[in-house]
């Protein structure tokens, strides 16, 4: 059970979204939470210090807002990332349940209700989530999912979210605000520019069982001019992989994290992920060591040896065709 101390209204539903230069398609979220079938709603929208007409779009909706009965609230601030952004939102969080959906995708009209009406029927669950599914906004055309469904009976989802065996698909997932609060008791999850999503889950997914609710509630509007699917440099992104190397080792802290075999399981997440982006960019030294992390780890696999014996055996022909 929740140890926090902190009273939230019964019944309320908390909705934090990030936004950022959303001006063309924040009505998505915002007409899919109007729609919603459930009556206690406040949404709470966090701007982070758009250039374009994000904010005039988001004042636009206000009296919508007040004529379903939702409470809606603007926040703003400079310009960081998404995580800063949602620290922002988390401040005036007042539901006893809490979503937090991207700002260019769709709850469906139930999704809520749902949701909320599945944790009242569990009263020992404190979290459950909901399918995803793929979406052109512009044609309407299904997409491919882009992460992992896997088991859908498995309850315990810290490892398979960080080893990504299944969705971290933000606006799936419904938490109770009181558990969340005990965790993040300063309302203020690590900031950093890779999302918002592993500091929001994996700490309470290490605490708490989350079973799926087995229908597609959340829509997630594929993009290809959205911030997260921007092609990166080769700086931006081998910084990127660092900056989730550094929010892994915070979140292992906020779990105290520091059983042997724990430990292990990370340090072989990392090396992967190292052997992956130094094979991309040609540093093999750099994915040798990769390896050798993995192996003396355990965590070499049968399939990973065929991948490094056929990337590094081509590197090396490459290498003697061009002194040739």
Excluded at 176 to 196: D, N, T
């Amino acid at each position: 059970m929740c140890t926090g101390n902190i009273k939230f209204t019964e019944g309320k539903v908390s909705i934090v979204t990030p936004v950022f230069n959303g001006e063309n398609h924040l009505f998505r979220i915002l007409e899919s939470v109007l729609r919603q079938t459930y009556p206690q709603i406040e949404m709470i929208l966090s701007d982070d210090g758009s250039t374009d007409g994000t904010i005039r779009a988001a004042q636009e909706y206000r009296a919508k807002f007040a004529a379903r009965g939702y409470d809606y609230r603007i926040v703003q601030g400079s310009h960081k990332n998404a995580s800063a952004a949602i620290n922002r939102g988390l401040k005036y969080v007042t539901g006893e349940y809490l979503i937090w959906p991207d700002s260019d995708d769709l709850l469906e009209p139930e999704s809520v209700e749902k949701r909320v009406k599945f944790l009242e029927r569990n009263p020992d669950y404190q979290c459950v989530r909901s399918l995803p599914y793929y979406v052109d906004p512009e044609t309407g055309e299904s997409k491919n999912a882009e992460e992992q469904i896997g088991s859908l009976t498995e309850e315990s989802l810290f490892w398979n979210i960080l080893e990504f065996k299944t969705f971290v698909c933000c606006g799936c997932y419904m938490i109770k605000s009181e558990c969340f609060f005990s965790i993040y008791q300063k309302r203020h999850i690590p900031e950093y520019p890779v999302g918002q999503n592993f500091q929001m889950l994996l700490p309470y997914m290490f605490r708490y069982k989350c079973p799926t609710i087995q229908e597609q509630l959340y829509g997630v509007c594929v993009r290809e001019d959205s911030h997260s699917r921007r092609k990166l440099t080769r700086a931006e992104e081998e910084k990127k992989y660092l900056d989730y190397e550094n929010l892994i080792d915070d979140i292992a802290e906020i779990c105290d994290i520091h059983d042997k075999e724990s430990k292990r399981r990370i340090t072989c997440w990392k090396a992967k992920r190292r052997y992956v982006i130094s094979v991309k960019y040609g540093c093999m030294w750099r994915a040798v060591c990769a390896l050798w992390l993995l192996f003396i780890n355990r965590g070499f696999t049968k399939e990973l040896l065929k991948d490094s014996l056929w990337r590094i055996g081509y590197r090396i022909l490459n290498m003697q065709r061009r002194k040739g």
